[in-house]
Each structure stands twice: as structure tokens, then as C-alpha cells.
């Protein structure tokens, strides 16, 4: 019985330990497939393609649940953009305008720095009483361009660049003749005539003289035909103009002087403009100090003031600098806006006036010549005829510039000093009779 009993206990254990295996296993298998399905909840076999085909309709769904709102949000975004674009554009433009502003003033401002790096390197100064500032400004860039015509002509006549030139029309043929006869005889090779009218044209090229007639311009020829000495004269700082452009340092002559010297074995060429003077004698030729009385102002009644009398508009030597050009344009431009102007008290007005509130002054320099060898009338017929030591001396040039009767003055000026006759000047008087 007892081994029976146990024999029965022993079974009963072994099934025990089997199902408690089974029990096990189940418990572990359920255990796993939780976590596979857990963590691959479309299968472990599926497919990549398909994963990313679920995932990229999801996507779909939820932008398309937000396309317009997002749509909006775009509008807006475009709306400012284009805000932001003319806004730029516009702070564009004032960068522009205050760049140009800022460069104008600086240009003026540095004006003498400039001139200082384009005439070369920059100095030290040096010590006391050794400096000397600038006086020659540069030359242009020759610009053959500007007048084709005119080139081929001044390069044959021009004589290292120079050259003197006149203008003439039929009012002044006889004082034109006087004129280059004198130069002739000199011996100068470098002149030229600037014909206003064709009779002056056909008159020069019969006496072998070099002419030039510009191309037909109305509102020159106008003047040019029927104009008088004043307005010929004025004439002179446009067409000029050209010739500085081209290159060449002009010395520019009315036709009421005679030539008795070269004028370019006299010259400085060390400034813009060198000119003749209408002044009588050092002080009134090269300037001085002209006390002003006010007895009213007491212990300030003297006032101080600077003088010198006008260059001559109707005899000067002009280098082709930038501040020459400008001078003729300034001249030109004032003339043809105030038609009663005189040439000659504009040209001094734009040479000298200095630079003050509302008004930039011209940045040129200027030297006067001597007035004993580039002569006018009144030191002439004053002071030289009646001094035996000056009389003795031969100019480089009489301008009959203070009389009214020109050619008489001139022919007796050419019998003075070219034939020698010592009374040729003696019938007329200091001034003129009116």
C-alpha cells in the first residue's frame, strides 16, 4: 500500500513540474508577442514602402488641415517683403544723394590736398622762408574730338602748343591789315585769324595769312556779322574754348595792337592766365594799398583796402588747365545772361572776386605783365613819348586800347618804332577829344 502510494506521488509531482513548464512558456510566448506588438504594430514583415506611404498620407491629412492658414501666412509674408523692398530702395536713393553731396563738399573742402597729389607726392614743409606754394596747375588731357578740323590746322601752325590767335570780322579789316603786317615782319609763324564772315576769309587767305572759319553756329555768326568791337570781343571766351580743349595755351589778341617782338620770348608760363594791364604804372599795375578816410569813426577812420587796376581782356596768354577752361565758361555764360555786361569787367569780376557766402571763386592763378614791354596806349602816349630814357626802349607790344582813333594811333606807332620817325606820335594828344 505504502509503495503503491508512493509510486502515486512520485506521477502526481512529475505532471506537477510539466505544467508548470507549459505554464511557463505560455506566460513568456504571450510576454513577447506584447512587445512585438508593441513595437512593430504593422507587422515585422511589412514592408518599408509601405511604412513611408502611411506616414507621407498622414502628413498630407495634417498640412492639408492647415493649407489655409499657412496660405495667409504666405500673403502676409509677400506683403511685407514688397514693404521692406521699396523701403531699401528708397534708403538707397538717400545714400546716393548724401554720398554726392558729401563728395561735392569735399571736393571744395580738399580742394589744395587734391592739387597737392596731382602735381605729385605730398612734403614736409621746409624751413622758414624756403617754401613756396604751388602756381601751375596741369595741363588737360588733349581731346582731338572735341574739333577735328581745328586740330589738323593748329597742328601745323602751333609752335610747342602755342599760338596766338584773333578774331575779326569786316568791321575791323583795316586794323586786321596793320595787325599782321606787324607780325610779319617780327618773323612770328605761330598766329592765326578766326574769320566771323566770309569777306575776312577770302581778305586773309589773299594775303597768305592762316585763317580758320568755324563751322556756321547762328547764335555766334549773328554777332560775329554785324556786332561791334564790344560784342566781337565777347565772342573770344566761347570759341576759345575749343582751343584749350585741344590742347593748346593761347595768346589771345585784339586786333588793335602791333606786334614790334615776339611775345613768347617774354612770357612766364607759370600761371593760368598772364595778362596785360590797363594800369599806368607800378602801383595801379600791380596793386597797392588804398588808405579809405571816414573821420566819423574816429580813432577807426582809416581803413585799408587793396587795389589794382583790370587786366585786359583783349590781350592775355591762357594755359589749357581746368581753371582756364572754367573761366571762360563762367565768362561766357554771364555774358549770354546779361547781354549789357562789358567782357573786360567780367573777366577781372570772375578772375579776382574771392570765394564768400553764396558765391565760389575761381581757383586760377594769374600773373600781370610787365607793363613797359606789353603796353597800352595811355602809358604810351602819357609817359613814354615824353621821357627821353623810356622813349629809347622798344615794347614787345602797343595796344591801343584808351583811344578811339585806332588805326591812325596804330600807323604812327609802326612809323615810331619800326621807321624811326621820333615825331610820329607828336600830332596826338594824351586822351582823345572827346
Not at 24 to 52: K, N, R, T
Not at 322 to 329: C, F, K, Q, R, V
Not at 376 to 388: C, I, P, Y
Request: charge should be neutral; include cysteine; aromatic fraction near 10%.
Amino acid at each position: 500500500m505504502t509503495g503503491r502510494r508512493d509510486g502515486s506521488l512520485m506521477r502526481n509531482s512529475g505532471h506537477s513540474l510539466r505544467g508548470s513548464r507549459i505554464a511557463v512558456a505560455i506566460a513568456i510566448g504571450v510576454a513577447l508577442g506584447c512587445a512585438f506588438a508593441f513595437l512593430y504594430p504593422h507587422g515585422l514583415f511589412v514592408s518599408i514602402p509601405a511604412i513611408h506611404a502611411h506616414r507621407t498620407a498622414k502628413s498630407t491629412v495634417e498640412v492639408g488641415s492647415s493649407s489655409c492658414e499657412s496660405s495667409e501666412r504666405v500673403n502676409m509674408w509677400k506683403l511685407e517683403f514688397v514693404a521692406v523692398s521699396e523701403k531699401n530702395a528708397e534708403l538707397k536713393r538717400q545714400i546716393r544723394e548724401l554720398t554726392d553731396k558729401l563728395q561735392l563738399a569735399e571736393q571744395g573742402k580738399d580742394n589744395a590736398q587734391k592739387r597737392v597729389l596731382v602735381l605729385g607726392e605730398q612734403h614736409k614743409a621746409g624751413p622758414f622762408g624756403t617754401v613756396k606754394s604751388l602756381r601751375t596747375n596741369p595741363t588737360v588731357i588733349p581731346d582731338d574730338s572735341v574739333n577735328p578740323r581745328l586740330t589738323k590746322i593748329l597742328e601745323k601752325i602751333a609752335i610747342s602748343k602755342e599760338l596766338i590767335v584773333a578774331l575779326a570780322n569786316s568791321n575791323v579789316k583795316d586794323m586786321l591789315d596793320v595787325w599782321f603786317t606787324g607780325i610779319k615782319r617780327v618773323g612770328i609763324p605761330n598766329y592765326l585769324v578766326i574769320a566771323l564772315d566770309e569777306d575776312i576769309a577770302k581778305f586773309c587767305q589773299s594775303k597768305d595769312v592762316p585763317v580758320y572759319k568755324r563751322d556756321p553756329d547762328e547764335g555766334i555768326d549773328s554777332i560775329a556779322r554785324t556786332g561791334g568791337n564790344h560784342a566781337v570781343s565777347g565772342l573770344k571766351f566761347r570759341i576759345l574754348r575749343e582751343f584749350l580743349q585741344l590742347g593748346y595755351s593761347v595768346l589771345l589778341s585784339d586786333v588793335d595792337i602791333v606786334y614790334l617782338q615776339n611775345p613768347f620770348d617774354h612770357l612766364y608760363r607759370d600761371s593760368d592766365v598772364e595778362s596785360m594791364t590797363d594800369g599806368h604804372n607800378n602801383m595801379t599795375a600791380y596793386g597797392y594799398n588804398d588808405v579809405f578816410d571816414e573821420p566819423s569813426m574816429g580813432w577807426a577812420r582809416y581803413a585799408h583796402t587793396m587795389r589794382i587796376w583790370v587786366y585786359n581782356s583783349g590781350f592775355f596768354y591762357i594755359r589749357p588747365t581746368i581753371p582756364s577752361i572754367e573761366l571762360l565758361d563762367r565768362v561766357a555764360g554771364r555774358l549770354s545772361r546779361e547781354p549789357n555786361s562789358w567782357d573786360q569787367a567780367v573777366f577781372n569780376e570772375e578772375l579776382f572776386f574771392p570765394s564768400h557766402p553764396g558765391y565760389e571763386g575761381l581757383h586760377a592763378t594769374r600773373r600781370t605783365m610787365d607793363f613797359f614791354l606789353f603796353m597800352n596806349s595811355k602809358v604810351l602816349f602819357k609817359t613814354v613819348r615824353k621821357d627821353a630814357n623810356l622813349s629809347k626802349v622798344k615794347p614787345v607790344v602797343v595796344h591801343v586800347n584808351y583811344h578811339p582813333d585806332k588805326l591812325p594811333r596804330m600807323k604812327a606807332v609802326v612809323e615810331y618804332y619800326v621807321n624811326g620817325q621820333r615825331d610820329a606820335l607828336n600830332p596826338f594828344p594824351d586822351g582823345s577829344d572827346w
